[in-house]
Nanobody, 124 residues
Framework: QVQLVESGGDTVQAGGSLRLSCEVR????????VGWFRQAPGKEREAVAA????????VYVDSVKGRFTIYYVNTGSTVHLQLRRLQPEDSGVYSC?????????????????WGQGTQVDVSS
């Protein structure tokens, strides 16, 4: 059974950095999209970034371009999200998700498997 397990969330001051990790357990090598999404209290879940684990193609929402970097290691069994120059509006529960090739990678509804999430809090 494949599971996604996130880690790395913490409380940081504005301007700080964090690295989130998404471990794909029960991993079967294959091309997939792995995305990171976040949800703040009272707000809808929003896409952050996604990466294709074979081609390395990555996509980002405009609000994080130039600050966040998504990448994978170990043939895609671990996907990291490096967060830099964090702002209070970046706070929320960050979740990773996995989906097949062919999905729209920034659309949460098209992902098939989700992790439990990790909390990021950015203080001003």
């Amino acid at each position: 059974q494949v599971q996604l397990v996130e880690s790395g969330g913490d409380t940081v001051q504005a301007g700080g950095s964090l690295r989130l990790s998404c471990e794909v357990r029960g991993f079967t090598y294959g091309e997939r999209w792995v995305g990171w999404f976040r949800q703040a209290p009272g707000k809808e879940r929003e896409a952050v970034a996604a990466i294709n684990t074979r081609s390395g193609v990555d996509v980002y929402v405009d609000s994080v371009k130039g600050r966040f970097t998504i990448y994978y290691v170990n043939t895609g069994s671990t996907v990291h999200l490096q967060l830099r120059r964090l702002q209070p509006e970046d706070s929320g529960v960050y979740s990773c998700a996995a989906g097949p090739v062919g999905i729209r990678p920034l659309l949460a509804a098209e992902y098939e498997l989700w992790g439990q999430g990790t909390q990021v809090d950015v203080s001003s």
